[in-house]
């Protein structure tokens, strides 16, 4: 169950439609066999105060793509590629006046570590 939690700064996320770069990162995952496409979960942490290096014009967006599930680490970067590729390409299309630091940090979580349930609405199938 990977989970891709995305921090960047308020004026990227206000220029890029992240719900559309979750689903095509959500889409090439399950594509490429790395994880069922009804697991897939990603959410988007804006910071209200951010500085890169010591340029205050500069941004960032860094995605942590954290693993539930073991895998090989060949597979682990393959999947930090996909999101590192589907991010890179977000922030060359909303045309961002200043360097943009894309980064993807892939972790596998502890076995053990990790519960989940799902709670049901009434009248849910």
């Known amino acids: 169950m990977p989970h891709l939690i995305t921090e960047t700064t308020r004026q990227l996320a ?6 559309q770069v979750f689903a095509g990162v959500h889409r090439e995952l399950a ?4 994880a069922q496409l009804a697991v897939l979960k990603s959410r988007l942490l804006v910071a209200e105060v951010a500085l890169t290096g010591d ?3 500069a941004g960032f967006v860094v995605t942590h793509l954290v693993m539930t599930n073991a895998r090989p680490e060949p597979v682990q970067a393959a999947m930090a590629a996909v999101v590192l ?9 909303a045309a961002f ?3 943009v630091q894309v980064c993807v940090l892939h972790r596998l979580v502890a076995q053990g570590t ?12």
Do not use: L, W
């Open 97 to 99: 006046a200043g360097n």
């Open 14 to 19: 206000d220029r890029i439609d992240f719900t």
């Open 31 to 34: 594509g490429h066999g790395y």
């Open 85 to 93: 590729a589907h991010m890179a390409a977000a922030v060359r299309q």
């Open 114 to 125: 990790y519960r989940k349930t799902v709670v049901m609405s009434p009248g849910a199938v």
């Open 55 to 57: 340029d205050p014009e």
